[in-house]
């Protein structure tokens, strides 16, 4: 049996190795790891690209958000354009210029999934991705249940 405990080591294992494979592009294109991993949110989810989106979804603190933002738009990856309805907040959308980065970091992405899915066979895979599903809905059925304030995923 699963426990919740289990659950918790599973997920930070899984954040530790997900850094770690990002890690040598960070360095490659002169950013901290953080930056790359925003602007690679950023990307991938372009219908939560606020900076309260990023530091909801990814758990990250407003000010560290903040600082990595600015540096995305100071060095010409990301934008800010004005969300329609809500003069408050900033759409963050991607430039031309992270396209490069973008990619070479969806490739990291994607030979680390497979990386840590070695040896699971399709059938197996189809399975957990129905389990991650209804894990999904029930998370989100708890955020709901528990008003917190956080964000559905």
Do not use: W
Not at 66 to 92: C, F, T
Not at 100 to 126: H, Y
Request: hydrophobic share 40%; net charge positive; charged share 25%.
């Amino acid at each position: 049996m699963i426990t919740s405990q289990d659950m918790n080591g599973y997920a930070r294992k899984i954040a530790l190795a997900y850094e770690k494979a990002l890690l040598p592009l960070a360095k490659e294109m002169e950013m901290p790891h953080t930056a790359v991993s925003i602007l690679l949110f950023i990307a991938n989810n372009p219908d939560y690209a606020t900076a309260k989106d990023i530091c909801e979804l990814r758990g990250l603190k407003r000010p560290i958000v903040s600082a990595h933002v600015e540096r995305l738009v100071q060095e010409g990856y990301i934008e800010r354009h004005a969300v329609p309805g809500d003069r408050r907040k900033d759409a963050l959308v991607c430039t031309a210029k992270a396209a490069g980065t973008i990619e070479a970091g969806r490739k990291r992405q994607s030979a680390f999934a497979e990386a840590i899915l070695s040896g699971i066979g399709e059938q197996e895979r189809a399975v957990m991705a129905q389990c991650f599903h209804v894990m999904n809905q029930n998370i989100n059925k708890l955020i709901r249940e528990n008003n917190r304030g956080g964000m559905e995923l």
